[in-house]
């Protein structure tokens, strides 16, 4: 039983250092290349349209990891708790 809780806090505590890991940076599309002729003006405001949206996107991923990092970190933090607060309560009634 001992050996059991001390496993539960041994993986909560590594999980826990797990999720502290930077995230990595989204990945930056390649510079466009030059075109051999230039585009139109409705070419271009529909490129930047398309590179802004991007972007967004990009954005919006990293902020999802992120929540979604936070959220596993918090989960492992009670996790560990948890089993800390089970071996304390197994060492009190071993001790008695």
């Not at 290349?33 to 139109?40: G, H, K, Q």
């Amino acid at each position: 039983m001992k050996q059991s809780l001390l496993l539960a806090s041994l993986v909560a505590i590594a999980l826990t250092a797990c999720g502290k890991k930077e995230e990595a940076a989204a990945p930056v599309a390649p510079a466009p290349t030059a075109a051999p002729a230039a585009p139109t003006a409705p070419v271009q405001e529909a490129a930047k349209e398309a590179v802004e949206a991007a972007k967004q996107g990009a954005a919006n991923q990293v902020e999802a990891a992120k929540e979604g990092a936070e959220k596993a970190v918090e989960a492992a933090k009670e996790g560990a708790q948890q089993a800390v607060e089970a071996t304390k309560e197994a060492a009190k009634e071993g001790a008695k």
